[in-house]
């Protein structure tokens, strides 16, 4: 028995797709048509909480901060690829300890050249 699919077993994951997408469009444009055009000078001042807005909102960020938004979401989503090999724990055997504890070096070295190079220092 081959172990490649027919063309035939993605169709729901094709139709899934397009369902999905479907529904994106559909709701883009019907907000799009539906929702009100009412446009006036208080209703198009900017308003932050409460609070009147003083001077300019395009101030530049520190490559740092985008820089450690970025390593935490990378860092996060390695998490999720331990989710499943804890759920097979038992299944997978020595091998899957192996390979878990190399993915983990992995990542601690990709960890400790981030200290190295001060990426997560605040002060210059």
Known sequence: MSSTGTPIDYLPIVLMFLVALGFVITTIVATHFLGPKRKSKVKDAVFECGIESKGNARFPFSVKYFLVAILFVLFDVEV??????????????????????SFIAMLLVGFY????????????
């Open 80 to 101: 999720i690829f331990m989710y499943p090999w804890a759920v097979n724990f038992k299944e997978l055997g020595v091998l899957g300890i192996v390979e878990m504890f």
């Open 113 to 124: 050249y981030l200290l190295a190079k001060k990426a997560l220092k605040w002060e210059d």
